[in-house]
Structures are given as structure tokens and as C-alpha cells.
């Protein structure tokens, strides 16, 4: 059964939708703060839910486009910021959206070179899936700034050596600089989750600093790596890496996946692959 919390504006949360309304005011403009908006922005708000973040995006940058899935939002955010005759909200799933169509009619203008900005207040059980999705498009991607949960936050900010450092942290800071930016408590929102949030930056790179001669290699290596995290490097990656080749790359087989930097998982694929495709592999990424 999916069921349903009524917020103070009559609109029922649901939870199919993974919807926790964001009320707190102090938070909601340090949220904007922190985004800076400008008036030549070119912003997309991902689940705007009742506008809590988005009256304060328009009134910087009115050309604001917003994508949300629950139609039943669609006539409440439409007839609050009516005023916005440049606002465009477009009623579909951001996991299956195609972002590059919002820059379509700015080819021919002097903006042809402009990138979207990303802002959004996601659901818990889409949000990584939904970052990877994004970085599809991260060639016309300024910035993205997220309300994730905190533990998602962590392990995409992780460092080698961090517990929570793993597959998403590597993958992720391969395409992007990110940075925590705060925490987010249970009680900012209507209705309440069991867990805290953060605010995270992602800014993808315009030069990759540790480019891969071929990332699924890169993917591969570090998915092998993780699956028996608490193995050494040895174990974990003896389906991958034979004898003779463990002699030939520059990696202490004794340490765990958790130990290695993405700059040293990227130079051990390089070596051991290069361009090539290396392995056949179907499992999920």
C-alpha cells in the first residue's frame, strides 16, 4: 500500500515518490546561498515538490525550469509562480530525461556554449542512480547541488582509507569535484525522514585530472576491487590480474581495495588494459 502524509498545504507526501517537503526557512536560503543563483543562469530544479526552494530561485533567476514527477503538483506550482512568465516545469521522470533537450533553442543564440546548472531535493531511492544519469550529460553540466541522505553524501566525498570510500565515491570524483557542503536534520522536513540529509556540490571536470584509456576498465577493476572489499588486493582481483601482470604494475597487492586512490585504480587499468575492453563483463556497474 503506499501511503500518504498530509502537508500543511493540503498536499498528501507520498511515498511511492519518496516525498519529504523541505520547510525549514533558515535552510532553504542557506540552500540558495549556497547555489548563488544568477539572473543568466540557466537552472533546472529536479522535484520542486511545493516550491520551498524554488520561490527564491525564480526571484533571482526567472528563466527557471523545473522537472517533477508527481502530477498532482503540476496546477500548485503552475498557479504559485504564475507571475514567472519565463518558468517552465516539465511534468516527467528526471531518471529517463533527456537534459540536453533545455539547451536545444539556445543554439542559435549567444548562449549556444551555455551549461546547465542542477539543482535538487532527491529522493533517497533514486538518488544515485539519478546522479549517474546526469553525468551522461555532464559536458553540459555547470554544477549540480543536491539534498541527498547524509550517507550518500559521505560515500560520494570519500577519501581513500574513509569507511565509507567505495565504488560511488571513485566513480563519482572521476567526473567531478564534490564537496559537503552541510548537514540537514529529520526536522527541516514535512514529513519527517529517519535519517539525516545533506547538501552536496558536484562539479563535473572540463579536463578529466586522471583520464582512463578505457573508463569500463576503470569500472570493472574497481568493481572487482569492492566485491570482497575485506579481502587484499590479491584475493579480490585474482579473477583480473595474473601472476606475471601482478609484477608489472605499480600497486602493493597487500592492501585492501579501500586503501587505493582513484588516480592509482585509473593507472592499473591503464597498464593492464589500455584501450582494449580487457574483460567481458554484464554485471551491473
Same mark, same amino acid.
Given at each position: 500500500?503506499?501511503?500518504?502524509?498530509?502537508?500543511?498545504?493540503?498536499?498528501?507526501?507520498?511515498?511511492?515518490?519518496? =516525498? +519529504?517537503?523541505?520547510?525549514?526557512?533558515?535552510?532553504?536560503?542557506? %540552500?540558495?546561498? $549556497?547555489?548563488?543563483?544568477?539572473?543568466?543562469?540557466? %537552472?533546472?530544479?529536479?522535484?520542486?515538490?511545493?516550491?520551498?526552494?524554488?520561490?527564491?530561485?525564480?526571484?533571482?533567476?526567472?528563466?527557471?525550469?523545473?522537472?517533477?514527477?508527481?502530477?498532482?503538483?503540476?496546477? !500548485?506550482?503552475?498557479? =504559485?509562480? @504564475?507571475?514567472?512568465? &519565463?518558468?517552465?516545469?516539465?511534468?516527467? &521522470?528526471?531518471? *529517463?530525461?533527456?537534459?540536453?533537450?533545455?539547451?536545444?533553442?539556445?543554439?542559435?543564440?549567444?548562449? $549556444? *556554449?551555455?551549461?546547465?546548472?542542477? !539543482?535538487?531535493?532527491?529522493?533517497?531511492?533514486? #538518488?544515485?542512480?539519478? %546522479?549517474?544519469?546526469?553525468?551522461?550529460?555532464?559536458?553540459?553540466?555547470?554544477?549540480?547541488?543536491?539534498?541527498?541522505?547524509?550517507?550518500? @553524501?559521505?560515500?560520494?566525498?570519500?577519501?581513500?582509507?574513509?569507511?565509507?570510500?567505495?565504488?560511488?565515491?571513485?566513480?563519482?570524483?572521476?567526473?567531478?569535484?564534490?564537496? +559537503?557542503?552541510?548537514?540537514?536534520?529529520?526536522? #527541516?522536513?514535512?514529513?519527517?525522514?529517519?535519517? &539525516? $540529509?545533506?547538501?552536496?556540490?558536484?562539479?563535473?571536470?572540463?579536463?578529466?585530472?586522471?583520464?582512463?584509456?578505457?573508463?569500463?576498465?576503470?569500472?570493472?577493476?574497481?568493481?572487482?576491487?569492492?566485491?570482497?572489499?575485506?579481502?587484499?588486493?590479491? *584475493?579480490?582481483?585474482?579473477?583480473?590480474?595474473?601472476?606475471?601482470?601482478?609484477? +608489472? %604494475?605499480?600497486?602493493?597487492?597487500?592492501?585492501?581495495?579501500?586503501?587505493?586512490?582513484?588516480?592509482?585504480?585509473?593507472?592499473?587499468? *591503464?597498464?593492464?588494459?589500455?584501450?582494449?575492453?580487457?574483460?567481458? &563483463?554484464?554485471?551491473?556497474?
Amino acid at each position: 500500500m503506499n501511503k500518504s502524509t498530509l502537508t500543511p498545504s493540503g498536499h498528501r507526501a507520498k511515498k511511492r515518490f519518496g =516525498q +519529504n517537503f523541505l520547510v525549514d526557512e533558515g535552510i532553504i536560503r542557506l %540552500i540558495v546561498r $549556497s547555489v548563488y543563483p544568477q539572473e543568466t543562469d540557466h %537552472i533546472v530544479e529536479i522535484g520542486p515538490g511545493q516550491g520551498a526552494i524554488t520561490g527564491l530561485l525564480l526571484d533571482a533567476c526567472p528563466r527557471l525550469q523545473a522537472i517533477e514527477l508527481d502530477r498532482d503538483l503540476m496546477p !500548485v506550482l503552475l498557479a =504559485q509562480f @504564475a507571475k514567472y512568465k &519565463d518558468f517552465k516545469i516539465h511534468q516527467s &521522470d528526471a531518471l *529517463n530525461f533527456d537534459f540536453r533537450q533545455l539547451l536545444e533553442n539556445l543554439k542559435s543564440k549567444d548562449e $549556444s *556554449n551555455a551549461k546547465l546548472r542542477i !539543482v535538487g531535493n532527491l529522493p533517497y531511492n533514486i #538518488s544515485t542512480p539519478l %546522479i549517474f544519469h546526469l553525468l551522461t550529460h555532464r559536458d553540459i553540466i555547470a554544477d549540480m547541488h543536491f539534498m541527498l541522505q547524509k550517507e550518500v @553524501a559521505l560515500r560520494l566525498a570519500a577519501k581513500p582509507g574513509d569507511k565509507n570510500y567505495g565504488r560511488l565515491s571513485i566513480m563519482a570524483q572521476y567526473y567531478c569535484a564534490i564537496e +559537503n557542503l552541510f548537514d540537514v536534520p529529520p526536522t #527541516s522536513f514535512h514529513p519527517a525522514p529517519k535519517v &539525516d $540529509s545533506a547538501i552536496v556540490r558536484l562539479s563535473p571536470y572540463t579536463e578529466l585530472p586522471h583520464p582512463a584509456q578505457n573508463i569500463d576498465n576503470v569500472e570493472l577493476l574497481v568493481r572487482t576491487a569492492f566485491a570482497q572489499r575485506r579481502k587484499t588486493l590479491r *584475493n579480490a582481483l585474482k579473477t583480473l590480474i595474473d601472476t606475471d601482470q601482478a609484477e +608489472n %604494475i605499480n600497486l602493493d597487492l597487500s592492501l585492501r581495495a579501500e586503501n587505493i586512490s582513484l588516480e592509482q585504480y585509473v593507472s592499473v587499468a *591503464n597498464a593492464l588494459w589500455g584501450e582494449n575492453s580487457g574483460h567481458q &563483463d554484464n554485471s551491473d556497474t
